[in-house]
């Protein structure tokens, strides 16, 4: 069984930044793509990010292009969002979750586990 667990989540104003956090259980962590969500209350969850199991591949919603880098550390077991020039729009719970693939993709079917979520809340 694979535990995913999020940190890094807040209260920031309007233009700040955090770094949100996914530690992952289990030795595999290095064989899957990894990828971001969030769900804002009232919302569907909607795709945020995701990269390759080498890091090397990257896909982006178009809303946070430009903000938003995800990255891992793979001798860490541990994937990263780093979140700039944050709105007031990107409140959420962002979730971490690994992809059933190396390949990153949008589709949260093509997720296998899920971790329980960090709310990262911006400030106008």
């Known amino acids: 069984q694979v535990q995913l667990v999020e940190s890094g989540g807040g209260l920031v104003q309007a233009g700040g930044s955090l770094r949100l956090s996914c530690a992952a259980s289990?030795?595999?962590?290095?064989?899957?793509?990894m990828g971001w969500f969030r769900q804002a209350p009232g919302k569907e969850r909607e795709f945020v990010a995701a990269?390759?199991?080498?890091?090397?591949?990257?896909r982006y919603a178009d809303s946070v292009k430009g903000r938003f880098t995800i990255s891992r550390d793979n001798a860490k077991n541990t994937v990263y969002l780093q979140m700039n020039s944050l709105l007031p729009e990107d409140t959420a719970v962002y979730y971490c979750?690994?992809?059933?693939?190396?390949?990153?993709?949008?589709?949260?079917?093509?997720?296998?586990?899920w971790g329980q979520g960090t709310q990262v809340t911006v400030s106008s």
């Open positions: 289990g030795r595999t962590f290095s064989t899957y793509a």
């Open positions: 990269l390759s199991r080498s890091g090397y591949i990257t």
């Open positions: 979750a690994r992809d059933r693939g190396a390949i990153p993709t949008r589709n949260t079917d093509e997720y296998e586990y």
